[in-house]
C-alpha cells in the first residue's frame, strides 16, 4: 500500500510543496513547486493536502525516513517543473545554457521548443517560463535542503548516515546557488567589484521577502556549504547510487566554482581530487555511451527506471535520435567551426555528421537530416526517451585542472600533460601539446568545447570566460537564430528576475537592470 508525503517549506514567502510517493522499497518524488511564484497559491490549494499527510517531525525522526527526503531531491532532479515540457528539472537548465551559446545549433524551428531561447528573447522577458524555472527549480532545491540540514542532527540513527544526508543537503544547497548566480548575476571577477545582486541567501525557513544578496556574498556561501559537505563526506556513509551526492561530486563542484572565480590553485587541486577512482572511455567506448550509467566516467547522474517514463519532458526528446516532433524537425548539430578544429583521427568527430548523407547514422524515426547533426546522445530504445542523464564526468574534471594548471605562473608542463592524458584517449595520434601561453589556453578551451559539448556549459563558460557570442561565418541560419552576437558584458548576459517574484515581494528582491 502506498501512503502520500506531503513537506510544506515557506521559503522567502514562496511555499514549496515537496510531495513524494514512496512504498517499502522505493522513495519518487512526484511533485515540487514554488506555488506562490508561480500562480499566487489560493487558500483553497493549501487545504488540499492529503489526510495522509506525515509531517516533518515524523520524517525526521529516523535517518531511515531521512533517507525518502533526499531521494525525493534526486528524483525532482529531472522531474517534470510546474507542467512547463521543456523542463524536465536539470535537463531544462542544460538545453537552456547550450541553446544560448554558439557551439549548439537549432536547424528547424519544429514545434517551437527552445525557439525563443535561441533567439535570446525569454532570459530578458520578465513573464518568461525560463525565468520562472530556473528560479523556482533551484530555490525549491535549496528550500528543501534548508529543511534537511535544520532537522537531520536530531535524528535517530548512525552518525555515518546524518553525515551523508546533511553533506548532500550542503551540496545541493551549493551547486543551487552557484548555477543560480551565475544566471541571474554578474559574471564574477577576481579582486573585482563583486558588490552587485547576487541571490536572496535563504539558509533556513523563513517568512517575508529576503533581500538579494552580493555576488561575492553568494559565492562565500556556496563554498562555505561545499568545505562543509566535504568534511561530512568524510565519515559518511558510502553513497549507494551514482545518483546520490559524496565526495567527489562536492570536490567537482567546488572545482566549478573555484574556475568560475579563478582561484585557479583550488581548481586544479579539486579537480583531481574529483575524478580519483574514474577512468577515462576508451575510443572504443565513445560512441553511443552518453546516456548510460555505467559510463566509466560518470562521477554524478540518474539512473532512470523503465517505470519511470519522462515522455516529452525528457532531455533525449529535444536532443537524441527519441522520435518525438521537436527531434524529427530540428536535429541539433554542432556549429561547423568548432566541428573543423576537430582532428581527422579524433574519435569525437565521428559523433557529428557533416554531410547529413552518412549511411547508418542514427536520426530520429520520420525526421529530417540536417548536415553537422548530432549522434552522441544515442538512445538504444528510441521508441521512448527513458535514458540516464549525466551532471558530472570525470573528463570535465581533466580539462577544469588542465585549464586552472595553464592559467597558474610555472604550472605549463603539468597543464599539457594532464590535457595530453584526456585527449590521448579521443585521439590516438594526438601529441603533447607545445603551445604555450594564451595558445596553450585556447586549444584546452577548444577541447573542452568539443569533449563538453550539449552538457549544459557553454552559456556560462561564455559568461565566466568574458567573451561575446558569436554564431557568425558557422551553419547558424540568422532567420532561426535571430541573434548571432552579443557583445561581452551586455546587459543581457544576465537573466531577469521573474516578474511575478518582483511583484510578490514589492520589489524587495531589487528590481530588475532593464
Not at 517551437?112 to 528560479?135: M, Q, V
Not at 574556475?259 to 577512482?277: S, V
Not at 539512473?303 to 536535429?331: C, I, K, W
Request: proline content about 4%; aromatic content about 12%.
Amino acid at each position: 500500500m502506498q501512503e502520500q508525503l506531503t513537506l510544506v517549506l515557506t521559503l522567502d514567502s514562496k511555499i514549496m510543496f515537496f510531495k513524494k510517493i514512496f512504498n517499502k522499497k522505493t522513495v519518487f518524488a512526484a511533485t515540487a513547486m514554488a506555488a506562490l511564484l508561480i500562480s499566487g497559491c489560493k487558500k483553497d490549494f493549501l487545504q488540499k493536502d492529503p489526510t495522509g499527510s506525515i509531517g516533518p517531525t515524523i520524517i525526521f525522526s529516523t535517518t531511515k525516513n531521512a533517507l525518502t527526503a533526499i531521494n525525493g531531491m534526486h528524483r525532482y532532479m529531472y522531474s517534470q517543473w510546474h507542467s512547463n515540457q521543456a523542463a524536465g528539472g536539470q535537463s531544462g537548465n542544460m538545453i537552456y545554457t547550450e541553446v544560448l551559446g554558439d557551439d549548439f545549433v537549432m536547424t528547424g524551428a519544429a514545434n517551437g521548443w527552445f525557439n525563443s531561447e535561441y533567439k535570446w528573447n525569454s532570459h530578458r522577458n520578465e513573464t518568461a517560463s525560463i525565468l520562472l524555472f530556473n528560479y523556482g527549480f533551484y530555490y525549491a532545491l535549496i528550500g528543501n535542503a534548508n529543511e534537511i540540514i535544520a532537522n537531520i542532527d536530531a535524528a535517530e540513527g548512525p552518525q555515518e548516515e546524518k553525515d551523508f544526508i546533511k553533506g548532500q543537503a550542503l551540496t545541493y544547497r551549493a551547486w543551487s546557488y552557484y548555477q543560480m548566480v551565475q544566471l541571474f548575476g554578474k559574471r564574477y571577477v577576481k579582486g573585482g567589484d563583486n558588490s552587485s545582486m547576487g541571490m536572496s541567501l535563504v539558509l533556513e525557513k523563513t517568512e517575508g521577502a529576503v533581500p538579494r544578496n552580493t555576488v561575492e556574498e553568494t559565492y562565500d556561501q556556496i563554498n562555505k556549504d561545499l568545505d562543509a559537505a566535504i568534511e561530512l563526506f568524510k565519515t559518511a556513509t558510502p553513497r549507494p547510487n551514482v545518483s546520490h551526492l559524496n565526495s567527489n561530486v562536492a570536490k567537482g563542484i567546488k572545482a566549478r566554482v573555484a574556475l568560475t572565480q579563478q582561484n585557479y590553485d583550488i581548481a586544479a587541486a579539486m579537480a583531481k581530487e574529483a575524478r580519483q577512482g574514474y577512468s577515462l572511455m576508451t575510443a572504443a567506448q565513445y560512441l553511443n555511451n552518453f546516456v548510460d550509467v555505467n559510463n566509466p566516467e560518470w562521477i554524478w547522474g540518474i539512473e532512470h527506471r523503465e517505470d519511470q517514463p519522462l515522455y516529452f519532458y525528457s532531455f533525449y526528446a529535444y536532443v537524441g535520435n527519441f522520435s518525438s516532433t521537436n527531434t524529427r524537425g530540428n536535429p541539433k548539430a554542432i556549429n561547423s567551426l568548432l566541428y573543423d578544429k576537430i582532428s581527422a583521427t579524433d574519435i569525437r568527430k565521428k559523433l557529428w555528421d557533416p554531410t547529413a548523407k552518412e549511411a547508418g547514422f542514427p536520426v530520429a524515426s520520420g525526421g529530417v537530416r540536417q548536415p553537422y547533426m548530432t549522434r552522441k546522445f544515442t538512445l538504444p530504445n528510441p521508441g521512448n526517451s527513458n535514458g540516464d542523464l549525466m551532471f558530472m564526468r570525470a573528463a570535465e574534471m581533466y580539462l577544469i585542472e588542465a585549464e586552472a594548471l595553464a592559467r597558474t605562473a610555472g604550472r605549463e608542463a603539468e597543464a599539457k600533460q594532464v590535457l595530453f592524458d584526456l585527449v590521448k584517449t579521443r585521439d590516438a595520434a594526438y601529441t603533447l601539446s607545445t603551445n604555450t601561453g594564451a595558445a596553450l589556453i585556447e586549444e584546452i578551451l577548444v577541447q573542452r568545447r568539443v569533449e563538453l559539448w550539449a552538457e549544459g556549459f557553454r552559456f556560462y563558460d561564455l559568461k565566466r570566460l568574458n567573451l561575446p557570442l558569436d554564431r557568425n561565418g558557422s551553419n547558424h541560419n540568422a532567420t532561426l537564430a535571430d541573434v548571432m552576437s552579443v557583445p561581452a558584458g551586455d546587459k543581457r548576459w544576465e537573466f531577469l528576475i521573474p516578474r511575478s517574484e518582483l511583484n510578490r515581494t514589492l520589489g524587495v528582491v531589487i528590481q530588475n537592470p532593464l
